[in-house]
Every structure is written in C-alpha cells, then in structure tokens.
C-alpha cells in the first residue's frame, strides 16, 4: 500500500547550522507533498508544501526539494533557531484519494543554542 | 483563518465506556478526518469522511466508529474504551478540490483507565 518513509528520527543541530530531513515515498501517483510542524502541546501547522510539477519551493528559511524520479522530498531550513526546535511530518497525496494524506513518522528536531 | 475545534483537550475514561470525542470546523470544508499520535508512529489515520453521512475506513478503524450528522461536525466513538486506546488524538479538516492542504484542531488527550 502506499507508504511514507522519513529519516532521520530524531536530529539535533546547532543553533544557525543547517537541518535537512527526507523522505521517500511508494506511489509514483503522488502529486502532492505538504510539510508540517508540530511544537510542543500544539497542534500541527502547514509550513510549506510542494506539488509535483514544481522541483523546489522556498519561504525564507525553509526549502523543499522534489526528485520524483527518485521518488523522494527533503526539507531543508537554513540558519537554524530554538524556536525551530519541534516535530516534522512530510507527508504526500495524490489526486482524486479524496484528501487523504499519507504521512511519514515525524522528526524530532532539536536546535541547540 | 480556519478553525477546527475539539471538543476537550483532556479526557480520563475507564474501560469499558462508550467515548465520544467531537470536532467541528468552522470552514465548509468537505473532507475531516481522525487521527491517532502515538510517540515514534506519527499520525495514523482512523477514519474520515468526504461528506455528510460518508465515511471510510483508514489505517487502523479497529474499535473505533465515526459519525457525521452534519458538514461542520465529525465525531469519533470508541465503542468500549480500552487501555491501548490511550492516546493523542486529531481531528482535521481540508476542502474538496486537488491537493488541498489539512488544518488541525489542538487534540485531546485520552487517557482509558
């Protein structure tokens, strides 16, 4: 069935490095490819998203990147802060599947400062 | 600004009960769904629904049902509530249309004693 895969679990980086998290998925019918953040106690808030027939998308600090020969996304934020510090999910969609969203495990990122 | 409201943000049940977790959009939107967040499984989906009185199973539907009387209400029933039913649970909400990103409500913690 299909399936969303994300690495690294859990990442922890210094305060203005770089953070990139990846994932991969299984239907090459996928079309759609949304990231959220989830801080602690809150609930989880879309901040980028990317379709399929674009191959990078930036707002600021954060990029995605979408290789759908390879079939897999990364999100990457530059600079890094605390308040960057919480759970991410990718997660993809296709069309027509009525909205539903497959969504990887998360990653807990922790920046240090 | 869309608003997804859950009814409780925490809620202690003892097993055996009949639980009913509530979750209204203030959007139009067609599409809701019920997740589950458990640590290190992200979100699984339980169910959702594409429109009034339609619903359809997700990933792990086992013990639990759903109900949509109304476009803005879903709800979610435990039918009789078990231990390894505590948890984190999320209600969401997208509109009908391609690609549509979901908007969250804040959760309700259940814990089933």
């Known amino acids: 069935g299909e399936n969303v895969e994300q690495h690294p679990s859990t990442l922890s980086v210094q305060e203005g490095d770089s953070a990139v998290i990846k994932c991969t998925y299984s239907d090459s019918a996928s079309n759609y490819f949304p990231w959220y953040k989830q801080e602690l106690g809150k609930r989880p808030q879309l901040i980028i998203d990317?379709?399929?027939?674009?191959g990078e998308k930036k707002d600021q600090r954060i990029a995605v990147t979408l290789n759908k020969t390879a079939k897999h996304f990364s999100l990457h934020i530059t600079e890094t802060q605390p308040e960057d510090s919480a759970v991410y999910f990718c997660a993809a969609s296709k069309t027509g599947n009525t909205g539903k969203l497959i969504f990887g495990q998360g990653t807990t990122l922790q920046v240090k400062p | 600004d869309v608003k997804v409201t859950q009814s409780s943000r925490y809620l202690v049940k003892r097993t055996g009960e009949k639980v009913f977790l509530e979750c209204v959009q203030d959007?139009?939107?067609?599409?809701m769904f019920w997740y589950r967040q458990d640590p290190g499984l992200g979100l699984r989906l339980i169910y959702f629904s594409y429109d009034v009185k339609m619903k359809e199973k997700g990933d792990i539907p086992e013990g639990y049902s759903v109900s949509r009387e109304k476009k803005e209400r879903f709800s979610l029933i435990l039918e009789s509530a078990s231990t390894n039913q505590t948890s984190m649970y999320l209600c969401?909400?997208?509109?009908?249309?391609?690609?549509?990103?979901?908007?969250f409500g804040d959760g309700t913690r259940l814990s089933i004693l």
């Open positions: 969401a909400s997208s509109p009908t249309g391609t690609n549509q990103p979901q908007h």
């Open positions: 990317i379709r399929s027939n674009v």
């Open positions: 959007m139009d939107h067609e599409n």
